[in-house]
């Protein structure tokens, strides 16, 4: 099974708040990776985390909050966001850095 | 810069003929390639990896890998509409613990 869930499917926000983003494995993956994509493009890597350390923030605003509680959780914590960061968010997991990723089916983020 | 190109395509290919899609990466410390398939509004989903050069196929699909022209492609035999998508290569080099995408192919199969 190489499932990857995400919470939740769609989320409108004010600019003001403050909401978060679940991602969920039971593959027994230590690498976890949250992906900002914008329609036509490719995604773009935003964290990585291995073995529930933070192994590479992409020079994202601190606006986005990271957190990975446990190997099978990744939070990202959202908050004051602008328009632009209007977006689908992929998580993605893979057995350990640098093996295949399996996405999630994303969040659609709307900032309004 | 490392680099991952792609043809953005769209490609057209009638239904049951052989898909060819192409990418070529600019370092040579890449280990690891993959591609994606991603419809219109959903995530992408594996469909190969491949790390040693030369085939390696699954079902309808076959992964091409030469590294000394750094190049890898994905062949899809028996076209079928469902093979209609965007299709991203991505590139890993070791230790690096992120993907490299390339900008995707648009393939259409035509009925």
């Known amino acids: ?112 | 810069q490392k680099e991952v190109e792609q043809n953005s395509g769209p490609l057209s290919v009638p239904e049951g003929a052989i898909a060819s899609l192409n990418c070529t990466y600019s370092d040579r410390g890449s280990q690891s390639f993959f591609w994606y398939r991603q419809y219109s509004g959903k995530s992408p989903e594996l469909i190969m990896f491949i790390y040693s050069n030369g085939d390696k196929e699954d079902g309808r699909f076959t992964a091409q890998l030469n590294k000394a022209s750094q190049y890898v492609s994905l062949l899809i035999r028996d076209s079928q509409p469902s093979d209609s998508a965007t299709y991203l290569c991505a590139v890993n080099a070791q230790g690096a613990q992120k993907l490299v995408f390339g900008q995707g192919t648009r393939l259409t199969i035509n009925p």
């Open chain 1, 1 to 112: 099974d190489t499932e990857v869930t995400q919470t939740p499917k769609h989320l409108v926000m004010g600019m003001t708040n403050k909401k978060s983003l679940k991602c969920e494995q039971h593959m027994g993956h230590r690498a976890m990776y949250w992906y900002k994509q914008k329609a036509k493009k490719p995604p773009e890597l935003m964290f990585v985390y291995s073995y529930e350390k933070l192994s590479i923030n992409e020079s994202v605003p601190s606006r986005f909050s990271p957190e990975c509680p446990n190997s099978s959780l990744l939070n990202l914590h959202l908050h004051a966001l602008q328009p632009e960061d209007s977006a689908l968010y992929l998580c993605a997991s893979s057995p350990v850095a640098d093996y295949e990723q399996y996405f999630g089916p994303g969040t659609r983020l709307t900032v309004t």
